[in-house]
């Protein structure tokens, strides 16, 4: 990817995550990051957010493609608003990283998480391999799609 459109405070950064999505500005808990702009499409991949089932939005060279994943995010995904949101406050210079199993039935390419959160599943392959446990401790920013998908 190169260079990707991003609002004000952001800019595409590397992390040691790789490719990253970096705050350049101070932004305050609850503050829209940025807009989810994109195309729904029926197929997955890497970049896209999963909607519902057999809906994923696809970044089509919006910024937030660059959000990587974490167990501890400071962002988290709200459709109602199709925005990324700020969990915390964000400080210049940190990357934006949401729960990619708050919105991924299955991830397309799973990868080991070796972040050391009390809750990290260690493989995140997504939401549907996640134990009952594991997935009640998502619930407050789960996807409307997942959350009727708890199991309960
Ligand atoms: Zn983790």
Redesign the pocket.
């Known amino acids: 990817m190169s260079m990707l459109r991003v609002s004000e405070k952001l800019s595409n950064g590397v992390s040691p995550h790789g490719r990253a999505l970096v705050v350049l500005d101070d932004i305050a808990q609850g503050e829209v990051i940025i807009s989810l702009e994109g195309r729904v499409v029926s197929t997955v991949d890497k970049y896209t957010i999963q909607i519902e089932e057999g809906r994923h939005l696809a970044p089509e060279g919006n910024g937030w493609a660059l959000a990587n994943?974490?167990?501890?995010p400071n962002a988290a995904v709200d459709f109602s608003r199709f925005a990324m949101i700020a969990l915390t406050h964000i400080r210049p210079g940190e990357e934006v990283t949401f729960n990619y199993l708050t919105t991924e039935m299955d991830m397309v390419e799973p990868f080991f998480?070796?972040?050391?959160?009390p809750?990290?599943?260690?493989e995140?392959a997504g939401f549907r391999h996640l134990s009952l446990a594991q997935k009640r401790a998502l619930r407050p920013h789960l996807s409307a799609y997942l959350a009727r998908h708890l199991g309960e």
């Open positions: 994943h974490s167990c501890l998480c070796g972040c050391g959160a809750h990290c599943p260690g995140v």
